[in-house]
């Protein structure tokens, strides 16, 4: 049996220069993605002690269309901006499911 939840997990890869304020743009996505959308449960900004360059972001939501709609909104896009500005490098985004015992 799979969950009908959308996992997203994403990394990137930032620069000394740009991880401070990619970090920033990161958790200013994560606060109004949870605060501000019903449809996501969940996310989560992960960094390591020994890839500080990395930033992986896991994100939960009820559905597909609640991730479409986290794209539409304005957080989303300064988000995207963001990494557009820094060029910072998407490594991988995956979408995913939670597949739990029947």
């Known amino acids: 049996m799979t969950d009908t939840r959308l996992i997203i997990i994403a990394e990137f890869e ?8 990619f970090l920033e743009a990161c958790l200013e996505d994560s606060i109004r993605s949870v605060a501000d959308e019903a449809g996501c449960s969940c ?6 002690s020994d890839e500080p360059d990395t930033v992986i972001l896991h ?6 269309a609640a991730f479409e709609a986290h ?6 896009k300064a988000f995207s901006d963001a990494v557009n500005t820094l060029k910072v490098r998407t490594v991988s985004v995956r979408k995913t499911t939670r597949n739990v015992a029947a």
């Not at 996310?43 to 390591?48: A, H, R």
């Not at 994100?59 to 597909?64: A, C, M, R």
């Not at 794209?71 to 989303?76: D, E, G, L, S």
């Open 14 to 21: 930032t620069t000394a220069a740009t991880r401070k304020p």
């Open 43 to 48: 996310f989560d900004v992960l960094t390591t």
């Open 59 to 64: 994100e939960v939501y009820d559905s597909p």
């Open 71 to 76: 794209q539409a909104t304005p957080h989303f």
